[in-house]
Every structure is written in C-alpha cells, then in structure tokens.
C-alpha cells in the first residue's frame, strides 16, 4: 500500500512522466483491494476496487515509461562517470559508428537469416534491434559492439533496425528481409509473326523484380498430347519452329526464379501459315464410263498443310514421258472428275496432285486405265507385306466397278524370269504361301470382268521373313531343317551360302521319322545322318569372364569370352556392351550395339574423368539377344599433373583466393573451384575461412589439398606480395 504523499514536495516529484502532474493521492485499502487511481479531469477522485484486479493502461504506461527513464539516466550517469575516468586518464572519446553494418537478405518463403550488426566507438556502445516499434532485443541482454539477430520462418517481408547506443549518441542502420515470393504470370503475350512452320511471341515481363528466365508452353489444339515445353528462354520475344503448317496452336508463357515456375500468363491462340501439300491425294481410283470417257475419284491428302483449292489430273498414254509433258486436266476441291475425248483401246497412265494458295503438293502414284467400256481399271493401293518366314500378304483396293468376275495375280522371285500365276474370286486381299525364307519376291495383280482383263499393276516387292527354325547347328555342317509335311519338306530347306561343308537333303528315313517336325541332316564320315533336335533359341548363359582396365581418364576396356557352347543355342551372330554412371552429369544408360560375333573385347571411348562405372556384356543369335552378363564395375583414371582452380571472397579490407590442387594425368582439369567459400573473423588477428570441394563430377581426381592465398587490400586493390598458405586434405 502505497504512503500518502507530502503536500510540501514539488510539483515534478509528484509528477508521472509526460503527463501533465496531477496531485494524485494514495489512500490505504483492504487486503483485497488495490487503489484505482484517476487523473484530475475524472471527478470522483481516487477509489479501492475489491476482487479482481484492475489497472488502467494509461496509468501502466506512465510507471513503465517512468522505470525507463530512470534506467536511461542512471546508463547514461554511470557512461558519463567513466567518461571522466577515461579522460582524467587520457583516454579519447570516439562517437558510435558501424564497422559492419547489417546487410539486406533475400529469403525462401519460410526460411531464417542472420542479421549481423557491429558497431565501435569509445566507450564501445550497446547494440540492440528492433522492427518497427518492437525491441527485438531484451534490455538486460543487450551486447556490447556486437549483436547477431535470428530470424526463424520469415513469412513477410520486413525491416530490420540495428540500433547503436553510446553516451556520445545514438545510431541507426536498417537491413530489408524480403521474402521471394513465385514471379507473376507475365502479360500480354501476343503473336507478332506466322510462317508456316513457326511463330512469333512478345510478352511483358509483368514482374518487378528481374526473374531468372521465361518458360514457353504450347501445344496442338487438335491432339490430346500435353503441352510441350521450350525453357531458358532469356528475353520476351522468342520463335518457335517446328510447327505443323495451317494448324492452330496454343501458347502460354511463365516467369522463373529461384524460388520456382510462377503462374502461366492467359493464352493465345493462333494458326500457322499454309504450305503447298507435302503428301499427294489418297487412294486413287478410274474407270471407263464408255471408250472415250474416264471416270476418276480420289480421297484428299493425308497432309494437306492448308486449304486444298482443286486439283490437277494428269493423264497419258507415255507413262515414261516426263509429267509436264502428259495431259493436264484441273478441276476445284471436288473429289471426282470425268476426263474426255480420250482414244479408245489404248492404256492409259493418269496421276492426281492436289494444291494449295501455296503451291501444288506430289503427284500420286501412277494407275493405269484401258479405255475400253467394262473393263476393270487397275488395282489401286496395292501393299505387300511378309506374315510368316514362308508367306506374304497382299492387299489392295478395289476398282470402282462391280462387274469385276476374278483377279490374276503373278509374282516371281528375284534374279528368276519364272513367274507363276494364281487366279482367285473378288476380294480385297490375298496370302501367298509356299514362299522360301528371306527371299525377295516381286508382285503384279489385274482385275478382271466379263469385258476383259483390266491392267496389272507396276510390281511390288517384299521380303518373307527369316526362319526360326532353319538354323545351324553348332557344327559348321549340320543343318536344320524345318518341315511342315513330308510331301514339302524340299521346298522348305533353307540353305546359307557362307556355310561351310556339303548340303545334305534330308532321306526318306529322315521324312518317316521326322515328318512335320523339325529335324537335321548332318555329313557323318561323309554318309548323311539325321535326327530329332530342338529348335535354336537366344542364348540361355550370358559372356564369360567379363573385365573391365581402365586405360586412360575418358576410356575403359572392356573383355570377354563367349557363352559356353551348350548354352548358345545356334551361332553368335553379335555382342552388345552397355554401360552407366550411377552418379554425374551423365546417368543414362548407353548401348553399343553390333559389335562383331569374333570380337573379345571393346574400348569404351568419351566417358566423364574420374567417374564409376557398370558395364554389361550380352551376346546374340539370329532368334535373340542372351541375357546379360553381371554388372562390372571400373572407375576412370585420374588426371595426371597438377592443376588449380580459384574461388575467391573478401572480408573487410583482406582479400581471399582458395586454390584447390589436384594430381591429373593429362588434361588441365578440375573443373571447377571450391565451393561456397566464406571468410569470418574471430577477433581483431584471427579470421576463419571455410568451403567446401567441388561437385563430385568436376573433381576428374582424388584432391590432394588446397592453397589459401590471402592479401591486405587498400582501395579495394591488393597490397604487396599475396600470402600462400598450403593446407593438406586431412586438415581441409
């Protein structure tokens, strides 16, 4: 409980602070009750309040700012006293000033920094921070010269203030935290240019601050792909190429930092320019409406690269005439058109070409047409493709009559003058068997009606496939053999010229034992002799004893011996090596297909210095590739003679150059300096200096040390000779 205040004190003792000094008594109060006191302007004077406590704020604030003021007086009483000690011992005064004041920070949303404030003076001054209005510093905390400040997940952006306090005076520097935030989606993207392949973009930043690059989207408003991606784009206009002719696209642009991709910006839409046709109409029909006139139909091309605006026909009864020299027939985008006065009882060859405001795209390919009333036109879109080691398909569509009673088709084999002929109903397709094995084999095919035979077609080719089952075995002179009957058993041996030895045909005792299964002949003491074996596979064991010299920094040996004989399973026609890093710039896999059937070893050529690597071998037969071997692993060679790389830093008026040494073998490498060098100073004589070593992947070698190398700078120059301090790895 407060005592009752002397009338006879002054007026500034009775006082409280800034306010203006109101008598304010103090009466005695209950064990539960606490005076309520009321300035001069409240009419009820003072009262006790019983229960809970009460205080006003203002009368709060008045003791507090009362309690500073005392401590500020009794600081500043206690400086001035050894101010007069200093100066009775010749000590000399100096106001505060910052020897390191605190620097601006760019954070990640969420993230810390340390503000870092030091200040100097005599007498060494308190330092203290605050934000604001708010003392971030406690008052019986506060330092002398030195003051670090941590800020933990910073969300906004804010100003930090280091305050400096001496009895000389008072100074003040402000640090701005900023948080980066995801740049904004830039504006006004627009499309200043369109060729038929490519298109031109200009856009605004829409960004205050620099960002680091742009990142272009776009994408076929056609397809169901997703948006493909240009990066790095450093300015705002860029051109696209690439595009497809006449097709609309869409584009969007988004600004990148170091935080990450912002937002796209809105889109636009735009559509490439036209090209004349890059392919020619599709399939092209004709048929004779009497003997004079000619009824031909077409579908559009399957790349028309703009508008089609007609099309031309060509026509002629020299089809080995140069095409400006047939007969030219236009017509608008229709897809049928009717040509007179032809001559009848003649052949005629007739292509069809379709164009642009551009220009006229590729003509068709060449159909041919007897004008004679009822006789089917040629087949059109004829294909051929192997299905099996011994048949072909054929496919073709067919002529625009209905009249149409067979087709005759001829095919022979090439290098043969005998040709066969096979004759079947309508139809649309057509396989032909009893083919040999990896044989080229040509084909023309003709309809043909009541009126007449129509005319064949120019011929076609196509390969059967390789035989499976017609493979060596692992005698040079042994053969199997591949027999679906016994009646074809000859027509289906497969026969390989680089082999070595006799053919043996299979004897009748090979075909009863053997019939419609897969058998070999082989030349036993020169009498033939056959017997059930089962059919050639990939190999079932992968190369032997596999290894791996590392010959120089960018180059690996690799050797091996190939899979036992009872697990290939027919010849080794190749070998594939593979190898992969599994750390570096280059992690992807890399094959090396082909490699010879007498190959033993393989240099691996153009790999990162100083690098691990897995390396496979694997072998093949005609059926496949064997499984592969396990995984070898050998590390590149080091560099062989010493090199250096710097990086360098600056601490007040010392400058700091880290020289990383490395023993190479050949080229002058590493790569790259030390990492992330920073310099710290303990105490007036001393500073700390750390980094950290290059990435892995530009080291090319085992580091052997580091050079520190530092010297005094005056006007931001060095002065005299640089200073060289060698640091082994263990210490670094």
């Not at 829409?206 to 272009?216: A, T």
Request: with cysteine; charged share 20%; glycine share 8%.
């Amino acid at each position: 409980v407060p005592e009752p205040i002397s009338p006879s004190r002054s007026r500034q003792e009775r006082g409280f602070g800034g306010i203006d000094n109101n008598y304010l008594p103090s009466i005695r109060c209950g064990p539960s009750e606490l005076v309520f006191a009321l300035s001069q302007a409240t009419s009820t004077g003072p009262s006790c309040l019983h229960g809970n406590l009460y205080l006003m704020s203002a009368y709060l604030h008045i003791r507090t700012a009362q309690r500073e003021r005392k401590r500020q007086r009794e600081r500043a009483e206690e400086s001035r006293k050894k101010e007069k000690g200093r100066e009775r011992g010749g000590v000399r005064r100096v106001p505060p000033r910052f020897s390191i004041p605190p620097n601006n920070q760019e954070v990640m949303p969420g993230g810390s920094v340390n503000l870092t404030c030091v200040a100097v003076g005599s007498p060494m001054p308190y330092v203290k921070w605050t934000m604001g209005q708010v003392e971030l510093t406690k008052e019986e905390e506060m330092p002398l010269g030195r003051n670090v400040l941590e800020v933990t997940s910073i969300r906004e952006s804010a100003n930090y203030t280091c305050v400096a306090i001496s009895s000389l005076g008072m100074i003040e520097a402000t640090a701005q935290v900023t948080v980066k935030a995801l740049p904004k989606p830039p504006t006004s993207l627009t499309v200043t240019e369109t060729t038929a392949t490519s298109v031109t973009l200009t856009w605004d930043s829409g960004n205050p601050e620099p960002v680091s690059y742009y990142m272009i989207q776009y994408r076929a408003k056609l397809s169901d792909n997703g948006f493909q991606e240009v990066e790095g784009v450093a300015t705002t206009r860029y051109s696209i190429g690439g595009l497809s002719p006449y097709s609309e696209y869409e584009f969007r642009v988004m600004a990148i930092n170091n935080i990450g991709r912002g937002p796209p910006s809105d889109p636009v839409e735009t559509r490439t320019g036209e090209q004349a046709p890059s392919s020619p109409p599709l399939h092209v029909q004709a048929r004779m409406l009497s003997a004079s006139t000619m009824l031909v139909q077409w579908e559009p091309p399957e790349e028309p690269n703009g508008q089609i605006r007609g099309y031309r026909v060509y026509y002629s009864s020299d089809m080995t005439a140069p095409l400006s020299a047939w007969q030219k027939h236009n017509t608008d985008d229709s897809s049928l058109t009717t040509i007179s006065g032809l001559t009848p009882d003649i052949t005629y060859s007739l292509r069809v070409l379709g164009f642009t405001s551009v220009g006229d795209g590729p003509p068709s390919d060449i159909l041919q047409v007897k004008t004679q009333q009822g006789v089917p036109a040629q087949p059109s879109s004829f294909e051929a493709e192997a299905e099996l080691d011994t048949r072909i398909s054929l496919t073709w569509l067919w002529p625009v009559q209905d009249q149409i009673t067979k087709y005759e088709l001829q095919y022979w084999e090439a290098g043969s003058d005998s040709k066969k002929h096979v004759t079947f109903g309508p139809a649309g397709s057509h396989s032909v068997d009893g083919l040999k094995p990896d044989t080229m084999y040509y084909f023309s095919l003709a309809a043909r009606s009541e009126m007449g035979l129509g005319v064949y077609t120019q011929p076609i080719q196509a390969r059967t496939a390789q035989s499976t089952a017609a493979k060596l075995s692992n005698e040079a002179h042994c053969f199997y053999i591949s027999v679906l009957t016994p009646v074809h058993a000859v027509t289906h041996l497969f026969t390989i010229s680089h082999i070595r030895g006799p053919f043996i045909a299979p004897t009748a005792r090979c075909k009863r034992q053997h019939g419609g299964r897969l058998f070999f002949v082989c030349l036993i003491r020169g009498l033939p002799s056959c017997g059930f074996a089962p059919p050639p596979a990939a190999p079932s064991a992968p190369p032997q004893e596999v290894h791996v010299v590392s010959l120089t920094s960018t180059s690996l040996k690799v050797s091996w011996v190939a899979p036992p004989a009872d697990s290939r399973h027919g010849a080794i026609v190749r070998y594939t090596v593979s190898y992969q890093a599994p750390a570096g710039e280059d992690t992807e896999r890399h094959d090396v297909p082909d490699i010879g059937a007498d190959a033993t070893s393989h240099v691996l050529e153009g790999l990162e210095k100083w690098t691990e690597y897995e390396v496979w071998v694997r072998a093949h037969t005609d059926v496949g590739p064997g499984p592969e071997s396990a995984p070898v692993k050998m590390r590149t060679k080091e560099d062989g003679r010493f090199s250096a790389s710097l990086a360098q830093s600056s601490l007040s008026l010392i400058s700091f150059t880290l020289l990383l040494l490395v023993w190479r073998q050949d080229n002058p490498m590493p790569g790259a300096p030390p990492r992330k060098l920073e310099v710290e100073a303990i105490n007036s004589t001393a500073i700390r200096v750390t980094w950290k070593p290059p990435v892995q992947v530009k080291q090319h070698g085992q580091i052997r040390g580091y050079q520190v190398i530092f010297s005094r700078l005056e006007n931001g120059e060095p002065r005299g000779q640089p200073n060289i301090m060698d640091v082994a790895l263990p210490e670094a």
